[in-house]
């Protein structure tokens, strides 16, 4: 009997194995922190994306949707890229051509608080809009995990990291003190220490050189590493939200402000799009340009304060 069933295991796990799920941990063009001590090797330039956060979470203080929105057959998803920001550019569109249902919500808010006779609980809601409504900055690198290259079972490959906001500033002082313009280059790159650590309801994030002895370690990109193939941030993070149907999805009563603010959802983008941004990408660098599949992939704690 025993010895069936650890057949029966056996078989389990090569069926496994083979298609790819259970035993296979890790593989992911998505790098994930987890607690503890990560080594990473930054390459390239970071990419800056704006995106509102709309799902339920402890930040949110105005759920500006139905929970069950989040749920089902067609969930909305919980972090939103803002289409008044240019990912190509890393710019503020021009003026007259914001579509963003969002950041029209944050500013619809912020001008009814002008309105002197309000109670300070109007007052209170209304802030509560705006930060549940406003968009954050997030940042993004290629990287070698080296504590676990592989991006899929038996290929290494550069991920995709999310730096949350208070790791970029470390970084960021970090490279003016050593005024190290060329600590991610391919040739001068350097690698990095990043720890992630629970502190009560906080998570902390550290960063340091990673060092050889007193000196700061470089590590140049090898002949395999410069061979990987890069994703490209702007096209897989930056990938722009249907606003109007967010705009439709919305609790009435904000969808409401927004249209006494004057506010006109753009015509829904869902026919075509399957087809839209296809500019002529070659076809291996299609499969890496898919979108996670919920933004579960990068932590909540992006949300900034
Ligand atoms: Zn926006």
């Not at 051509?97 to 912020?110: D, R, S, V």
């Not at 609980?121 to 070698?144: G, V």
């Not at 990068?298 to 949300?303: P, Q, R």
């Amino acid at each position: 009997m025993a010895m069936r069933m650890i057949d029966r295991i056996k078989a389990l796990q090569e069926r496994n194995q083979k298609s790819g799920v259970g035993s296979f941990s890790g593989g992911d063009i998505f790098f994930k922190f987890t607690e503890g001590t990560h080594h990473i090797r930054l390459v390239g330039e970071w990419v800056t994306i704006k995106s509102h956060w709309i799902g339920p979470s402890t930040y949110n203080k105005a759920l500006l949707f139905d929970e069950d929105e989040f749920k089902g057959e067609n969930p909305l998803k919980r972090s939103v890229t803002c289409s008044n920001f240019d990912t190509q550019t890393e710019m503020t569109v021009e003026h007259g051509k914001e579509t963003c249902a969002l950041c029209a919500l944050n500013e619809a808010a912020f001008s009814l608080l002008r309105d002197k006779r309000l109670s300070e609980e109007q007052r209170q809601s209304l802030k509560d809009i705006m930060s549940s409504a406003r968009p954050n900055e997030r940042y993004f690198f290629l990287c070698i995990d080296r504590d676990n290259p592989e991006i899929e079972e038996g290929r290494n490959g550069f991920k995709i990291i999310e730096f949350p906001k208070s790791l970029m500033e470390q970084w960021s002082l970090l490279v003016q003190e050593h005024d190290d313009t060329d600590c991610i280059s391919d040739e001068n790159g350097v690698d990095w220490v990043i720890t992630k650590k629970k502190d009560g309801a906080k998570t902390k994030y550290t960063i340091s050189y990673a060092t050889s002895g007193r000196n700061i370690k470089q590590t140049p990109l090898t002949e395999e590493e410069l061979a990987y193939e890069r994703p490209d941030i702007r096209k897989i993070m930056g990938k722009q939200a249907d606003m109007a149907d967010i705009y439709s999805r919305m609790l009435d009563e904000y969808r409401d402000m927004l249209d006494d603010a004057g506010y006109k959802p753009p015509v829904s983008e869902k026919e075509g799009e399957s087809q839209g941004s296809g500019n002529g990408q070659p076809s291996a660098s299609r499969k890496a340009a898919s979108a996670p599949k919920d933004d579960d992939n990068f932590d909540d704690e992006n949300v900034p304060f």
